[in-house]
């Protein structure tokens, strides 16, 4: 079954889009191309595609790009990155969509990715593959980022959409403002590795938070009457902090529900030896089978039940593997039964958002899936089965 499953929604991943042109970047402008990417994307259409040929022994194109119009930037060359060494401004109009595909931003320099302003009448979408960038900062009004199979070697801050199979220093979901435009869809974080953790400080959208391994979770912000789910990560910091590994500090009384469950944690005790903290009053917290090697503190106001502490784990930050007594130890509820179809393990491996949905041990160079939502059971009616993903 598991199987089937699986190659159903693979063959659904890739499919072909049809521009509107295809704009040439190459060095000096080989072959009739384009020198610089600035002057491809002036030359552009709405729809149309930047092909950007990698210069060789890593030189950069050393430009700053503003993108004004719905464009997707891809690299000439199969499973490498080109280089522009520069800050890269999206400006914002209801409708447009970026999509950035093998952009390296260089080893050097504290370049930016970011939306520079709000969207008025609509909403801007900004599409972020296999990318190596510096700082994301697309934290603005009316604003989604789906970014996924990136590195971001500082901080990653969006406003809504999807963040998947990424590695950054800090995850933060903020917002200035309410959107005006609201998206309809959850701001969903699957799958990343965060050194400094990850934090919800948006109030526009429920958010869920699965198979991640960080440093810890905190919720500053909320949306009213919204929900939030923390489910199926690991939570891994050998440094004390100020903060333990689940944080809940709201600003105000904001009525909603927060789901704890399912996650593996190991900390070093710092300002608190608390694994959950809820400072807020309105917020209900649930907090189920958690598994700590810590013993099992909370502080605040919550539902508990089947968590454990002091039980035998062992945690790597470099690997990011987690082995002991978190196999087989979540909730057995047949919704979180995992991919091999045996009881849900605690940890970023367990669930149907598994850790090896986006981190296959041997996916190299080869498309890799960015999004994936399979039924546990199918009892009657119509089989859905949700998939994407990129090439490389």
Known sequence: MTKKLLTIALTGLLSTTAFAADLYVRNAGAGGAYSTVSAAITAASDGDRIIIQPKINGTAYVENLIINKSLTFVSETNYNKYIIQGNVTISPAAGRVVTISSLSSGISGGY??????ATTGGRTTINLYNCDLNNVFTYQVNTTTNIS???VKESLIFSHGRCTANKANYINIYSQAEDTSLATSDVEVYGNVSKSGISNAQLNYNFKFYNNFCTGFIVSNFKAGGSGEIINNTVYNPNPGDFGPFYISLNGPIPGNITIMNNAGSFVVGQT??????ESTNVNVTATYNLFTNSFVTQGT???SNNSGAVNMNFDNTA???AGMNVNAGNPAI???DLDLTRNDAGHYGGSNSWANYWPSDNGGKPQVNYLVTPRTISSGTLSITGSGFSK
């Open 112 to 117: 930016t990715l970011e939306a520079s302003g």
């Open 149 to 151: 199979g990136c590195t």
């Open 273 to 278: 030896n608390a694994c959950i903290k809820n």
């Open 302 to 304: 919550m539902t508990q």
């Open 320 to 322: 990011y593997t987690i």
């Open 335 to 337: 919704n979180y039964t």
